[in-house]
């Protein structure tokens, strides 16, 4: 059995959560903040100097994977030229080393994106934890009772967002 949530699109159910979540807070008087993660992850020195590294170390399996792209496309507007011309054998030979192109080709692109993601959440995990300690000390020191993320909409009034992205830029 669903319950009323679970029916819900999501964005829906986080905007009755934060509503509940003010309501609640401003019936006993609860201090609430709100930070943007996607700015932490965007616009620190931290994650810009991530991408500058993760730039870096991918560079040269960018190239080669841009070479073998370039490869494939030549190999492949010769094939298109040269097919009417060939014998039967020729033909299936220059189609198997094609299709075997394209099939090494596709194996580095994804290969090439899964280690790029997943270096690309590994430094983000790292600015992740050096800002959740400084939200938490923001949070003891300006007594913040609940510090929001990724809210459908937040009062810029509640926003810590630069106050987190000062003191991570320190």
């Not at 699109?9 to 979540?21: E, F, N, T």
């Not at 201090?31 to 932490?40: D, P």
Request: proline share 2%.
């Amino acid at each position: 059995m669903k319950t009323a949530f679970a029916t819900l699109p999501r964005h829906l159910v986080l905007l009755a959560l934060c509503s509940m979540a003010s309501l609640l807070a401003q019936a006993q008087d609860s201090k609430i903040a709100w930070l943007s993660t996607e700015r932490i992850y965007n616009e620190s020195k931290l994650a810009k100097l991530a991408g500058e590294k993760l730039a870096a170390e991918f560079k040269l399996r960018e190239k080669a994977v841009q070479d073998l792209a370039s490869r494939f496309k030549s190999a492949s507007e010769k094939l298109d030229k040269d097919l009417p011309a060939l014998s039967e054998g020729e033909r299936a030979k220059r189609q198997r080393d094609y299709f075997e192109l394209d099939k090494e080709l596709q194996r580095r692109q994804r290969e090439f994106r899964e280690d790029l993601n997943q270096r690309t959440n590994e430094e983000r995990a790292a600015i992740s934890d050096k800002a959740t300690k400084i939200i938490k000390q923001l949070a003891q020191v300006e007594g913040f009772d609940i510090v929001l993320q990724d809210a459908v909409w937040a009062s810029p009034r509640i926003d810590i967002t630069e106050k987190v992205l000062k003191a991570l830029d320190k």
